[in-house]
Each structure stands twice: as structure tokens, then as C-alpha cells.
């Protein structure tokens, strides 16, 4: 099992940035992949960015990339997503997720088993 908490949301106008922050318990930090994904209302849950917690290998979504930022602190179990130039579009709530098991896509959703509750990031124009 894993426990994933996310904290740091919040309103900020456009142009403005966030770190959201994602402290993970339960297993081995090294042991398990982590995504952040984002679901704004009446949309279906999309993907933001992955890292990998025992290699450090990173990807983002295209809608994000040049401005998202992911990194970890592996002595204290967190993940941050670090949110730039932030546009009224990236409003959502996000979620961060942890995966155990091999993926073919980390940009699935289904590849994650275990989820935070989530944030809310409210962007204004």
C-alpha cells in the first residue's frame, strides 16, 4: 500500500506559479513511479508528468512542458510539481499517483494504483 497526501493549491493569476507537493508512506520510495495528473471540471482526467523514483527519468505532457517542473526529495519521500507562467486552462484539480507494477504507458491513468485526494489550482485571468 501506498499513501499519497498532495498539499500547495491555491489561487494565482495568470503568469503566476505553484509547487504542489505530494509526501508519499507506506512502501519504499525507490520502489514504485509517480504521476501527477489534472482534471478540470467536466473534463476527464488528463495527464501532466511522471518520474521515475529509482532512475529520476521525467515526462510531461506537451500542454505543459517548458513551464511544469517534476523533482523529488527521495530522503523525504516527496514529489513536487513545480508550475510556471501558469495559464487559466491549467485550473483543475490535480492528482498525484503512484504505480508498483510495470507500465506500457505512464501517461495512463490505469497504469497507477494507488491516488492522492487531490488539489485544487485555480488560475485567473
Known amino acids: 500500500q501506498v499513501q499519497l497526501v498532495e498539499s500547495g493549491g491555491g489561487l494565482v493569476q495568470a503568469g503566476g506559479s505553484l509547487r504542489l507537493s505530494c509526501a508519499a508512506s507506506?512502501?519504499?520510495?525507490?520502489?514504485?513511479?509517480m504521476g501527477w495528473f489534472r482534471q478540470a471540471p467536466g473534463k476527464e482526467r488528463e495527464f501532466v508528468g511522471f518520474i521515475n523514483n529509482r532512475g529520476g527519468n521525467r515526462y510531461y505532457a506537451d500542454s505543459v512542458k517548458g513551464r511544469f517542473t517534476i523533482s523529488s526529495d527521495n530522503a523525504k519521500n516527496t514529489v513536487f510539481l513545480q508550475m510556471n507562467n501558469l495559464k487559466p486552462e491549467d485550473t483543475a484539480v490535480y492528482y498525484c499517483a503512484a504505480g508498483t507494477k510495470t507500465a506500457t504507458n505512464i501517461a495512463d491513468r490505469t497504469a497507477y494504483e494507488y491516488w492522492g485526494q487531490g488539489t485544487q489550482v485555480t488560475v485567473s485571468s
Open positions: 507506506g512502501r519504499t520510495f525507490s520502489s514504485y513511479f
